[in-house]
Nanobody, 119 residues
Framework: VQLQASGGGLVQAGGSLRLSCAAS????????MGWFRQAPGKEREFVAA???????YYADSVKGRFTISRDNAKNTVYLQMNSLKPEDTAVYYC??????????????WGQGTLVTVSS
């Protein structure tokens, strides 16, 4: 599966952005989809995921502020980010894994989209 992330940009603290990740292929509904991020000088970290069955998972740092969703008819996964903080600044990557969610086993990655939150 090939992934194309979009929707990043510059936003003030407290603002919102919605990231999208479009996937190629006809078996999107069988994939668990995840969002990860990498801030400058830091390791990539898990942000959120949605399983093929619709179960959702969040990092503690974004719980209550971010919402992941998917539209299987459009082969797209979304990340709605509200109440953004400067520490959310990072390159955000979408990822796919055939089958169940496992944050350490995502094998297909998109190119990343930059989110910058100004204070």
């Amino acid at each position: 599966v090939q992934l194309q992330a979009s929707g990043g940009g510059l936003v003030q603290a407290g603002g919102s952005l919605r990231l999208s990740c479009a996937a190629s292929g006809r078996t999107f509904s069988r994939y668990s989809m995840g969002w990860f991020r990498q801030a400058p000088g830091k390791e990539r970290e898990f942000v959120a995921a949605i399983s093929w069955g619709g179960s959702t998972y969040y990092a503690d740092s974004v719980k209550g502020r971010f919402t992941i969703s998917r539209d299987n008819a459009k082969n797209t996964v979304y990340l709605q980010m509200n109440s953004l903080k400067p520490e959310d600044t990072a390159v955000y990557y979408c990822a796919a894994r055939l089958g169940a969610h496992d944050r350490s086993r995502y094998g297909s990655w998109g190119q990343g989209t930059l989110v910058t939150v100004s204070s």
